[in-house]
């Protein structure tokens, strides 16, 4: 019961903020972009946690347990507060793209750029479903296994890559070019910077961590890093 009011608590305020960061700059309601955006954004996120707050309440309490108040290590709380605003920023750039037709995003480039939201949704939330302590802070706990296996045996940050699909998906879904730019200019450093200090607390608190990095040797992308 608890955590049901904590997901419709999260899920109310996620909503109201996502809706104002895009309704607001583009300056109506009357932006088909954007609501079949929230649409996809709903279905890809409420579905899977409701699959775990039945099957996993645990694993979606780790996943509802987010911001810098939950991240113990200083590094982190700067990065969490960078991706917000990177995020906020794509959001606001592209609903003022559409808004201003600073660039022309034909349909199928839309509908795309939704599936590539909506995929990047449903794999994090498998993620999750195959590795239980894949929170949404960065902590290692006592009886936390290392899973190499699934999405794990491929890169080593499989839920960095779903976050990253999911991102370069935003801005042509919500018809928007400029909006890729922004994902460009700040995504990756945000990204980057998460993943080097989360190895660090891998390394120091996870046992055989350090041989699981030299058996999957990608963090996020195959043959690339």
Known sequence: MKIGLQMAA????????????LFLPA????????????????????????????????????????????ETRPAQRVVICAAAASTLAVLVISALDWRFGWSAVPVWLVLAGDMLVGTGLVVAQLVVVQNNYAGA?????????????????????????????????????????????????????????????EEK?????LPGYREYMHRVRYRVIPGVW
Not at 10 to 21: E, M, P, R
Not at 39 to 51: I, K
Not at 144 to 173: F, N
């Open 27 to 70: 300056g109506t309601l009357h932006y088909r972009q954007g609501w079949l955006f929230i649409a996809v954004f709903v279905v890809c996120t409420l579905v899977p946690s409701g699959y775990l707050a039945v099957r996993s309440p645990a694993a979606l309490q780790r996943r509802l347990n987010v911001g810098p108040t939950a």
């Open 10 to 21: 999260s899920a109310t305020i996620g909503l109201l903020v996502l809706g104002a960061a």
């Open 137 to 197: 802070s960065i902590t290692v706990e006592d009886d936390q296994p290392l899973v190499s296996t699934g999405m794990y045996g491929v890169v080593r940050h499989p839920m960095y890559a779903a976050s990253l699909v999911l991102t370069v998906g935003i801005p042509p879904a919500l018809g928007s070019l400029w909006g890729l730019l922004v994902v460009a200019l700040t995504f990756p450093p945000v990204l980057a910077v998460r993943i080097l200090d």
């Open 201 to 205: 607390a891998m390394l120091a608190g």
